[in-house]
């Protein structure tokens, strides 16, 4: 699938290490490929060289030839081992060569780290859940300094519901810290009690949702993510109030896609019984249900049960993509 760019195509699917062979590439690639044709390639990230010549910026493939940048490169790069040498000095120079990043450089960067996303959330006021964490290696001293009780324990990097724990109290914790691994923080965040083991996975593109499910995890785990071994049910429309709420987020993170990931609080009207009673459809729930904004997610991934999200990412680069004729 992945090969040096030609002359002609200036639209790229931009693979970065742990991505090339996941289903969702193979889908996206394989889309891209039917609508653009020869202006689409798929280009891994260790393909390129970067210079400056002559005081201007260059790319260059592995052999030394000089290529055009794309006019938009689309983004999928795993998030937990991105690095700030490797994968965004790329972005960084296709950005100052012209290139439109989907997703920015500056949201793709802030979805990295899941502190910073709630920096960013709770800045435009939109509910996070309450959350502890520590600028040095020791997280013992954020748990004597005081986290919530019981909270869920989690590394600032992290994907498909890995290194995340739920830990009864602070002292748990504190008998726990010699194991957990110092090279990034750890957020200790309070534990929404009436989420355990479901969320709500909603998927936005250009400011407008394109798919929902509500995922469930099996034997009472915490987790509810189909990575690890979650079920996943469409739900697009039952809950209104939460896919506005992952629009907001999008929209504060500067997302052109992302998949938003929300809690359910207490008081909410979705119960298990309820989603029973709407199983065959997707009625909508009766106004006023709250949520939390769990985490946001820049290189999320979707299944056949969201088939729409393809599509909508073909449209919203068409967008970007000026008309040309190929000879």
């Known amino acids: 699938m992945a090969a ?28 891209l490929a039917e609508a653009f044709g020869p202006r689409f390639a798929a280009v891994p990230t260790d393909r390129l060289l970067l210079g400056v010549t002559g005081g201007k910026l260059t790319l260059h493939d592995l052999t030394g030839r000089r290529i055009e940048p794309p006019r938009v490169a689309v983004v999928r790069l795993a998030t937990t081992s991105l690095s700030m040498d490797r994968e965004v000095t790329l972005m960084r120079q296709l950005e100052a060569l012209g290139t439109e990043l989907v997703n920015p450089m500056d949201a793709t960067l802030t979805c990295v780290n899941k502190f910073w996303q ?12 309450d959350t502890r964490t520590h600028t040095d290696a020791h997280p013992g001293r954020a748990v004597a300094a005081g986290i919530p009780e019981p909270c869920v324990v989690k590394s600032v990097r992290g994907s498909g519901g890995r290194r995340v724990f739920l830990a009864p109290d602070a002292a748990t914790v504190a008998d726990l810290q010699g194991s957990l691994r110092t090279d990034v923080p750890f957020l200790f965040q309070r534990y929404v009690r009436h989420s355990h083991g479901r969320d709500l996975r909603v998927i936005v593109v250009d400011g407008r949702v394109v ?13 509810s993510n189909t990575a690890g071994g979650g079920v996943l049910e469409a739900c697009l429309g039952r809950y209104p109030a939460a896919e506005q709420l992952a629009v907001r987020a999008a929209e504060r993170l ?15 009207a979705a119960t298990p019984e309820a989603n029973a009673s709407t199983a065959g459809g997707n009625a909508a729930k009766p106004e006023g249900d709250a949520f939390t904004v769990c985490e946001v997610n820049a290189n999320a991934a979707w299944g056949d049960r969201m088939p729409d999200v393809t599509p909508a990412l073909v449209a919203a680069i068409a967008k970007r993509l000026p008309s040309r004729s190929l000879p």
């Open 4 to 31: 040096d760019p030609s002359p002609e195509a200036d639209l790229w699917l931009l693979l970065g290490p742990f991505v090339r062979d996941a289903p969702t590439t193979h889908r996206l690639a394989a889309a």
């Open 118 to 129: 709630l920096q960013r959330l709770a800045e435009a006021g939109l509910p996070v859940p």
């Open 211 to 223: 798919a929902a499910g509500e995922r469930r995890a099996p034997d009472g785990r915490l987790q």
């Open 254 to 268: 500067g997302l052109v896609f992302c998949g938003v990931d929300l809690l359910f609080e207490e008081g909410n």
